[in-house]
């Protein structure tokens, strides 16, 4: 409940009108009172406990609190962004954006990465030229994200009707607006020009199925996380197509490493190619260190032949032609164009979904072998292996741990005590991975929003305080043993249900579809919250003191949610997917109850008239 309220000021008060530092102030100031009010005695007694306070009194309500904020700004950036000189940042509901410069060049740094660059007026007007040509005569365009960098300013010289720009963040586009060139400010009263600020995917979701778009651009997203992954998988790729007209184009670009076409970048860019083609039957390649796809259902629509482009462009009614076409015979070298698709084509290139965003791992994988790390051929191994990775330690510490109880005997107590602690680390593990699961589809069918994550880990954990609250009542009654059964056996069920839940939330309507993932957030927190009194429970009843067995459970429960993040978001759910992921954890689920149930019904000792202990050790 605690975690509901924090997510909730959080979201609706601390991260709309306070910094990072003064939250953070007010959050020591609340955690010193409280060690104070907890130390007893006379007030003096308390003194170290009275130090965070004035601490964070100071820091929330000082007004040297800006400068502090601005020096831990400066400090940071110069350690992510050597060489570029710090212009303005803010911290808003989507993340951390800075405005830096170097020389005469302004960049748009969004949560350490630089997002967008400006002004750059030779590549802006070669990227409008071969976009335009690609879907020569188009009136209607859709591009996400980008202004700043002037590409929408320079297609709306082109004969369009109408564009449609989607940028996610308000408030850093008005932080970065007073730095916009002139032709991007001139830009925003132009009456064919319609800015919305939305989230990507939600504006698609929410889109009617008449409205149809000539060409659609992604060139701001990068698929290096799960949240700018959702603009790479086959079913956002889906739903563009639907709302591109007969003859529409899409295109997007990722990093290609023009010198360096090996197995890494095969395999990562070779997966959105790979994405591309299972939606759109032709796709047009220009190679180079940043690779660009554009793709159509129509035959002949997009096309990788200079001349033709060179054809359409010089044919588009312009009141200048500021791009010297003769350009697009350097840009589009038929034997750079025919080794890059060889290249791409022979990866094996996944299928990149919402459901298994395998692109993003790839990303990982290529980034740790421009790095040299020596990860790179372990992730690869691992890849290959499908789920046994992750089961199978689990299942042979649990075998061996059984075959020695049943060799060697064991204290019936004292296998229930620790069979009890191993299950809370599972559970731990099996909880924050299912929210993980949860989020990931939510950000896919709702949309990415930094304020809505805090609610949604609050409700999850408020689900977690309700289901203790009724595991408690549980274990106070005479079969806890049974009791935990029958709920570790209702969470494996839950997470293979969990699959199919969040599919049909995604194809539920959009009006309704928010508010079915905070329930089905409340709902994973109570289920495997239930489970975890009866795990305490188990874990010190025979030692009649719980600091010590509770401590140890604790730290049982939290290493296994470390651990569950950790592996869940890094490797499972990019692996093996969702449904992987569910039935992966719905077999831990099972696996970890086997020495509870052991630790009640088995003998303690197994009679034997003669020899001696062999297996595997006497005493392993």
Same mark, same amino acid.
């Given at each position: 409940?605690?975690?509901?309220a924090g997510?909730a000021?959080?979201?609706?008060v601390?991260?709309q009108?306070?910094g990072?530092?003064q939250?953070?102030g007010?959050?020591?100031l609340a955690?010193?009172?409280?060690a104070?009010?907890?130390s ?7 003194w170290?406990?009275?130090m965070p306070v004035?601490i964070?009194?100071a820091?929330?309500v000082?007004p040297?609190t800006p400068a ?6 400066e400090?940071?950036?110069s350690?992510l962004?050597?060489?570029?000189e710090?212009?303005d940042?803010?911290?808003? &509901?989507?993340?951390? +954006?800075?405005?830096a ?5 302004? *960049?748009?740094v969004g949560?350490g990465?630089?997002?967008?660059s ?12 071969y976009?335009?040509s690609q879907a020569?005569?188009?009136?209607r365009a859709?591009l996400?994200g ?6 929408p ?5 082109y004969p369009?009707e ?17 730095f916009?060139?002139?032709?991007a400010e001139?830009a ?6 319609r800015?919305?600020?939305?989230d990507?995917? &939600? ?5 009617p199925?008449d409205q149809?778009?000539d060409?659609?651009l992604?060139?701001n997203?990068a698929?290096s996380?799960?949240s700018s992954?959702?603009?790479f998988t086959r079913?956002?790729y889906?739903?563009?197509?639907e709302h591109? *007209?007969?003859?529409? +184009? ?5 990093s290609?490493a023009?010198?360096?076409l090996?197995?890494?970048v095969?395999g990562y ?6 994405t ?10 220009v ?6 796809f554009?793709?159509?259902s ?9 001349v ?7 044919a588009?009614p312009?009141?200048?032609h ?8 350097s ?5 750079e164009?025919?080794y890059?698709?060889g ?7 996944e +299928?990149?979904t919402d459901e298994?965003?395998?692109?993003y791992?790839l990303?990982?994988?290529l980034?740790?072998?421009? *790095?040299?790390?020596?990860f790179?051929d372990?992730?690869?191994?691992l890849?290959?292996?499908g789920?046994?990775?992750?089961l199978?330690?689990a ?7 059984l075959l020695?109880a049943g060799?060697?005997?064991?204290r ?5 005590r620790q069979g009890?602690?191993?299950l ?7 909880a924050?991975a =299912? ?14 929003m930094?304020e809505r994550v805090?609610?949604?880990n609050?409700l ?5 305080a309700l289901?203790?609250?009724?595991g408690?009542n549980l274990?106070l009654k ?5 009791a935990?059964t ?6 494996a069920?839950g997470?293979?249900?969990l ?7 995604g194809?539920?309507?959009?009006s ?7 329930i ?11 489970a ?9 009843a025979d030692?009649g003191e719980?600091v010590h067995?509770g401590g140890?459970?604790q730290? =049982?429960?939290?290493l296994?949610g ?5 592996i869940?978001g ?6 093996l ?13 099972l696996v ?6 052991s630790a009640?019904?088995?003998p303690?000792s ?5 020899g ?5 050790w006497?005493?392993?």
């Amino acid at each position: 409940l605690g975690a509901l309220a924090g997510g909730a000021v959080f979201t609706f008060v601390l991260i709309q009108w306070m910094g990072v530092v003064q939250t953070l102030g007010l959050v020591t100031l609340a955690l010193g009172w409280t060690a104070w009010s907890l130390s007893g005695g006379p007030w003096w007694r308390g003194w170290a406990a009275l130090m965070p306070v004035g601490i964070g009194l100071a820091v929330a309500v000082s007004p040297a609190t800006p400068a502090l904020e601005r020096w831990l700004e400066e400090l940071r950036f110069s350690s992510l962004q050597p060489g570029m000189e710090l212009l303005d940042a803010v911290d808003t &509901r989507y993340g951390h +954006v800075a405005l830096a410069r170097i020389g005469e060049q302004i *960049s748009v740094v969004g949560d350490g990465q630089v997002r967008e660059s400006f002004p750059l007026r030779r590549e802006v007007q070669q990227q409008a030229a071969y976009f335009y040509s690609q879907a020569a005569g188009g009136k209607r365009a859709l591009l996400f994200g980008g202004f700043a960098g002037g590409l929408p300013a320079e297609l709306l010289r082109y004969p369009l009707e109408r564009m449609e720009v989607v940028e996610e963040d308000r408030v850093a586009f008005d932080r970065v607006r007073p730095f916009m060139t002139p032709e991007a400010e001139q830009a925003l009263d132009d009456p064919r020009l319609r800015l919305t600020f939305l989230d990507g995917r &939600r504006f698609v979701n929410r889109l009617p199925s008449d409205q149809l778009y000539d060409l659609v651009l992604v060139l701001n997203a990068a698929p290096s996380s799960a949240s700018s992954n959702r603009y790479f998988t086959r079913d956002f790729y889906l739903q563009v197509r639907e709302h591109l *007209s007969s003859d529409g +184009v899409f295109c997007t670009q990722v990093s290609g490493a023009s010198n360096y076409l090996g197995r890494e970048v095969g395999g990562y860019a070779g997966s959105v190619y790979r994405t591309l083609q299972d939606v759109f039957p032709h796709v047009a390649i220009v190679p180079g260190d940043v690779q660009i796809f554009c793709a159509s259902s129509t035959p002949g629509r997009v096309s990788e032949e200079a001349v033709t482009l060179e054809r359409r462009y010089l044919a588009t009614p312009l009141d200048e032609h500021r791009f010297p076409a003769a350009t697009f015979y350097s840009l589009l070298s038929a034997e750079e164009i025919d080794y890059a698709r060889g290249r791409l084509e022979a990866a094996t290139g996944e +299928v990149n979904t919402d459901e298994r965003p395998v692109t993003y791992y790839l990303n990982m994988v290529l980034w740790g072998k421009f *790095s040299a790390s020596g990860f790179v051929d372990w992730l690869e191994r691992l890849r290959g292996m499908g789920p046994w990775p992750y089961l199978l330690p689990a299942c042979l510490f649990v075998a061996l741990w059984l075959l020695r109880a049943g060799f060697e005997g064991f204290r019936r107590p004292v296998m229930q005590r620790q069979g009890a602690t191993f299950l809370l680390g599972i559970l731990g593990l099996i909880a924050m991975a =299912a929210q993980l699961a949860v989020l990931f589809s939510y950000q896919s069918h709702v949309g990415f929003m930094f304020e809505r994550v805090a609610v949604l880990n609050g409700l999850f954990m408020a689900g977690l305080a309700l289901g203790a609250g009724l595991g408690r009542n549980l274990a106070l009654k005479r079969r806890p043993v049974t009791a935990l059964t029958v709920v570790m056996i209702l969470v494996a069920g839950g997470l293979l249900a969990l699959p199919a839940a969040m599919t049909q939330l995604g194809a539920g309507a959009s009006s309704w579809q928010e508010a079915g993932y905070l329930i089905l957030a409340l709902m994973v927190g109570l289920l495997t919250g239930t489970a975890f009194p009866l795990g305490f429970h188990l874990a010190h009843a025979d030692l009649g003191e719980i600091v010590h067995s509770g401590g140890i459970a604790q730290a =049982a429960d939290n290493l296994g949610g470390a651990v569950g993040g950790l592996i869940a978001g890094a490797l499972m759910v990019p692996l093996l997917g969702v449904d992987g992921t569910c039935r992966v954890l719905a077999v831990l689920s099972l696996v970890c109850l086997l020495p509870l149930l052991s630790a009640r019904l088995a003998p303690e000792s197994v009679a034997r008239d003669r020899g001696f202990v062999s297996f595997p050790w006497p005493r392993l």
